[in-house]
């Protein structure tokens, strides 16, 4: 008897990503990302203009006697204008026309002079020789087959969802280049479910492409929250990254007025002096040695001492705990070194920031292969202004091991699952209200006194807290002895790294 096998339809997003890479080419993914992620932006703007349009036409009830080509009607509904020429529908009609490039970057000329807010924001490079009209009039083809059929009612989601979709690809694509300007999306999740910001202000001081605050919209949206609740403050130092964060939020819905460029960075120039945030989520560069440390030795924001110049870990510390509110908590990701650094003064600063602050509320440690940009070790540091008043674990840090968590999606990269998130989550919430009957798990979690930290000397190492498993207790022996030869690795990994930035900063120095 002969068996029918039914093939599983791959998601839309999937196919719509081996369509648009087939026709790449010769183009960098680096470049190649710009010309489809400004299509996608310019679809969405359009679809939302023209669906706008076809209500003013029809002027019925509130829309009575509108003129559909007043741009104010368009403002007053937080919806960008889009001029005749700049219409999907136009562009599509002239798909197949040798001057496809111009066209489309004509049209994001005329958006950006009628939207003040996409000034110098989107992509023109679409006209490039090395980008063949036919290939051009193939992608704009693609992407305005993306709200066929039953999505069209819902056309700014499916957009949404494939331009995230096609950030993650590009960075898996671009490998360490890619990284720099996307966190993966399953450490975000990670984050945004332990910080859970319902309300108030989030704050990104090196937010990227802007994924952070997507989820964290996407959050209060999942939990019948109001999204005017929340306001975004972010900031970028690659222009190129800021104008990705800019489409990705704008695509949302999103506003991004207080999320700021500036080439010198948060440190020299920061663009938010006088905000204090309820929530601070950050990923910044690990182990960065070309800060201008020198340059700001005596900066009000180094609470808990100077930082090295050489090493800006607890500079980035530091920089998100002055922009806390009272009540504020943040989740920093860090290099694992940062746990127990004693370099140039690192060592007084992890004290004073637990000893002094008591801000240290949980560490959870990272398993390897999650970030594209590099292959050092991760933890995710959270912290808590409110430890102080009134907070039931203000004596105790709780300590995470996540090493063993994830799977692999590829050969070099690695992912936690919604089980590993709703894991982890789970269980900082039930140690931070008390309200669940929280309770240590061998080798995987360990609420610890202040005091038993001071005595290791202020490491913050969950390896060194939260043991060996149960099934572990009986010690396999060639089993630890492998598990410490990965850790020396990763840690020789780490330190190799370091030094290879140092070497490179003298180098700078030198010439």
């Known amino acids: 008897m002969a068996t029918t096998r039914i093939a599983k339809e791959e998601p839309l997003e999937r196919q719509l990503w081996k369509a648009a890479d087939k026709l790449r080419k010769n183009i960098d993914a680096a470049e190649y990302k710009h010309v489809v992620l400004g299509l996608i932006f310019l679809k969405y703007i359009s679809d939302a203009f023209e669906g706008m349009f076809a209500k003013l036409a029809k002027g019925e009830g509130e829309y009575a006697g509108a003129d559909p080509e007043d741009k ?7 919806i960008f204008f889009v001029p005749p020429q700049a219409r999907w529908s136009f562009l599509q009609a002239n798909a197949k026309q040798p001057g496809i490039g111009m066209m489309v970057d004509g049209a994001m000329d005329v958006i950006e002079a009628e939207n003040p807010s996409l000034k110098g924001v989107l992509p023109k490079m679409y006209a490039r020789q090395n980008l063949d009209p036919r290939n051009l009039g193939g992608l704009i083809d693609l992407v305005g087959n993306i709200a066929l059929g039953n999505a069209k009612a819902r056309s700014t989601d499916v957009l949404g969802h494939v331009f995230e979709y096609f950030l993650g690809e590009f ?4 490998g360490k280049q890619g990284g720099q300007f996307y966190t993966p999306r399953s450490i975000v999740e990670l984050l945004v479910a332990m910080l859970e ?23 209060v949206a999942e939990h019948q929250g109001r999204i005017n609740d929340i306001s975004i403050y972010g900031q970028e130092s690659n222009q190129t990254t800021w104008r ?18 500036n080439n010198e960075g948060s440190f020299l120039n920061d663009a938010h002096k006088e905000l204090k945030a309820d929530f601070v989520i950050a990923n910044p560069p690990f182990n960065d040695s070309d800060w201008s440390g020198a340059l700001l030795r005596g900066d009000g924001r180094w609470q808990y001492g100077v930082p090295p110049t050489g090493n800006a870990n607890f ?14 908590r943040a989740g920093v990701v860090l290099a694992k070194g940062a746990l127990t650094s004693k370099t140039s003064g690192e060592g007084e600063i992890r004290r004073a920031l637990i000893a002094e602050g008591n801000l240290i509320d949980c560490i959870v440690n990272l398993p390897a292969k999650l970030f594209l940009n590099t292959q050092i070790p991760a933890t995710l540091w959270f912290m808590n202004r409110a430890r102080k008043n009134g907070y039931p674990r203000k004596n105790d840090i709780l300590f995470i091991d996540g090493r063993n968590l994830g799977h692999l999606i590829n050969r ?20 931070r209200t008390g309200e669940q009957g929280y309770k240590d798990i061998k080798g995987f979690c360990a609420s610890i006194p202040l005091k038993r930290v001071q005595a290791l000397d202020y490491v913050l190492t969950p390896g060194r807290y939260v043991g060996l498993p149960d099934e572990e ?11 410490l030869k990965a850790e020396f690795e990763a840690q020789l990994l780490e330190e190799v790294a370091l030094n290879q930035a140092v070497a490179e900063n003298l180098a700078k120095v030198k010439v």
């Open 412 to 431: 070099c990269t690695r992912e936690l699952s919604q089980e590993d998130i709703h894991t982890i989550a789970a269980i900082y919430h039930a140690w």
């Open 473 to 483: 207790d009986d010690f396999n022996f060639a089993e630890r002895f492998a598990g």
């Open 197 to 219: 910001p319902y309300k108030g202000r989030v704050f990104d001081p090196c937010c990227g492409s802007g994924g952070m605050f997507v989820q964290s919209e996407k959050f």
């Open 244 to 261: 990705l964060a800019k489409m990705n939020l704008a695509i949302r819905g999103i506003d991004s007025s207080q999320v700021k460029w």
């Open 171 to 174: 960075a898996l694509a671009e």
């Open 315 to 328: 500079t980035w510390l530091q920089h998100c705990v002055y922009h806390l509110a009272p009540t504020g």
């Open 72 to 78: 104010d009607e368009y403002k007053a509904e937080n």
